[in-house]
């Protein structure tokens, strides 16, 4: 009897341990927050350096987060530390899922919105997507070419790309962005439980991506209308980008809001262009979050 009883202490016991491990980054991050930069910068620093040793994705990524929150210059050289050496230790995709190898991460720190081509994109759409989405999210855009081969990804029978994959993968290879990156395809996409998937965002993550073949009127034999097309790639993009900024995977239940679901082409030509009065200020934080963070010169807070 004494014996169970003292099994039952010990796994009790270890239990507790366990969860107060699992619970420890969450924890010394609120310290942080509550220390941080204020009257206890001793402790602060202390629980960053801690997080730093536990070293997993989880504390690399409320780091990340103290990152935006407070600008603190000194917190970046520890994050792309972390991150390069962490990269070594992800598991990588099987072969199929990566043709290119394992890449280095490529590490981006700053405000701005990085655009990703995947292929050859027309100029015209390039060039409608840094215009439309500058002006809309008030971020300076950047292009670039996608630095992984999406050509791996599992397909459906529909032949479309698995949206979520191709996001964790470039994910990983553009890590500790405090911007955000829209991948920019050609190719169809495919989601779980998504009647159709012109663009998506998923998790907390800052990537996102957009297919513009899904987009383009003529692909199921309309005629050429590049107004609407232009239209369907700005509010596809800023729907999955909004995704990001509000840091959630829930559409907006407001049909007047460009964050409304939709299921069709014809969904997304009457989608209301704007924010509601609900996400607009959520996206505004967001994108604040993004460019205070960014630089030096923050806002008191
Ligand atoms: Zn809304």
């Known amino acids: 009897m004494r014996t169970s009883r003292h099994g039952l202490i010990t796994i009790g016991a270890l239990l ?3 969860v107060a491990l699992l619970a420890y980054p969450e924890w010394l991050l609120k310290n942080l927050r509550r220390d941080a930069y204020g009257a206890n910068s001793n402790r602060a620093q202390g629980a960053v350096i801690e997080l730093a040793q536990i070293g997993d994705e989880a504390s690399i990524r409320t780091l990340c987060e103290l ?17 390069l050496h962490h990269s070594r230790m992800l598991p990588t995709y099987p072969p199929a899922h990566a043709p290119g190898g394992p890449v280095e991460p490529v590490l981006r720190l700053g405000g701005r919105l990085l655009l990703l081509l995947d292929g050859d994109i027309p100029e015209r759409v390039q060039e409608q997507l840094l215009v439309a989405l500058s002006k809309r999210l008030g971020l300076p855009c950047v292009v670039e070419p996608c630095p992984v081969s999406l050509a791996g990804l599992p397909k459906n ?11 964790n993968l470039v994910a990983r290879h553009v890590v500790g962005e ?9 190719r169809e996409l495919w989601a779980t439980g998504r009647p ?20 383009d009127p003529t692909r199921d034999g309309g005629p050429e209308d590049w107004e609407r ?17 509000l840091r959630t995977d829930l559409d ?33 934080d967001g994108i604040r979050r993004i460019t205070y963070g960014a630089t030096a010169e923050r806002a008191p807070h």
């Open 16 to 18: 507790a341990v366990l």
């Open 67 to 83: 990152f935006e929150e407070t600008g603190d210059e000194t917190l970046r050289e520890l994050i792309r530390t972390l991150l």
């Open 157 to 167: 029978d529909l032949g479309a790309a698995d949206a979520e994959m191709m996001i």
């Open 178 to 186: 405090v911007g955000r990156v829209l991948i920019v395809t050609r």
């Open 196 to 215: 159709w998937t012109p663009g998506m965002a998923h998790g907390f993550g800052a990537t996102a991506v957009l297919s513009i073949g899904a987009l």
């Open 229 to 245: 097309y232009a239209r369907r790639l700005e509010n596809v993009a800023v729907q999955a980008l909004g995704h990001t900024l």
């Open 252 to 284: 907006c239940p407001r049909a007047e809001c460009v964050m409304h679901r939709v299921a069709s082409p014809a969904e997304l030509d009457a989608l209301a262009a704007d924010f509601c009065r609900i996400c607009g200020p959520l996206v505004r």
